[in-house]
Each structure stands twice: as structure tokens, then as C-alpha cells.
């Protein structure tokens, strides 16, 4: 069996990634060596959290019906990529876009954050803000509609 150096570093900054994309766990390969860094359950699941999750759920769950529609929608604007979704240049900022909005095209809408890097996400077309469907600050998925624009 041959030594394995525990980078410590490498250890924190996965730790960090996890935190900053909400994943339960990663893990990294370099030839022979793998590091896998994962949450234990009862960080998910902890009683603190459950009512601040149950209180918006009639929210989430109409909006979780919306994406599968929208998501056929040809004013759909979908993710590019996987990350977190922000729809001001900072905190406490003001939005770059609320519903009712006018956007022309190439107007930055919203930032997605991943790997450390905030993405300027652009309108494809000029038109209305009718729908916003992700949530600032959580994580959205590639091909994800985010919003809609009329």
C-alpha cells in the first residue's frame, strides 16, 4: 500500500465548495489517491431548519410546476450552467430585473455564480419580465428555466 499525503488545504477548500454550492458531497481523483469530502446527514435534516423549509413550500411547490411548462416556453431564458443564481450585482443592491420589467437585448438579467466566478447572464431578445421562476441565491441546474421574457 503506498503513502498518501493528506493535503489539508485541498480538504478545507472542498469543504468550502461544498458549502458555497449546497452539495452533500465531492470527491477528487489524481491517479491512485482520491479525496471525498461529504456532509453527514443530520447537518440536512436539523430541526432548526425544517421550519424555515416548511414555511415556503407552497410557494416552491407552485413554482416547481412552472419549469416544466416554462421550460418549453419560447421566451424561456435557461442556465447555461450549474451554479447560483443572483439577480443583483451585490447584496442589498437593486435587482437588475423585477417582473413587469422591460429588458432589451444583451441587458445583463441576473449573475450565476460558479466556481468562484460570477457569470453575467444577458436577455437573448428585448421584451417583458413576465415570470421569475429561480430564487436568488439558490442553486440552479444547466438548461434550468430561470425566467421568462415576453
Known sequence: MSKFNIDNDA???L???LDDTNLTEIEVAAGDNRIRV???GTMVAAAPAAPVAAAPA???ASVAAAPSDAAS???AVKSPM???VYFAPEPGAAPFI???SSVSEGQTVMLIEAMKTFN???APKSGKVSQILATDGHPVEYDEPLIIIE
Do not use: D, F, T, Y
Request: no cysteine; aromatic share 0%; glycine share 12%.
Open 15 to 17: 469543504a468550502e465548495l
Open 58 to 60: 407552497p410557494v416552491a
Open 82 to 84: 450549474v451554479g447560483v
Open 98 to 100: 423585477s417582473v413587469g
Open 120 to 122: 453575467p447572464i444577458r
Open 73 to 75: 416556453h419560447p421566451g
Open 11 to 13: 480538504i478545507r477548500q
Open 38 to 40: 461529504a456532509r453527514q
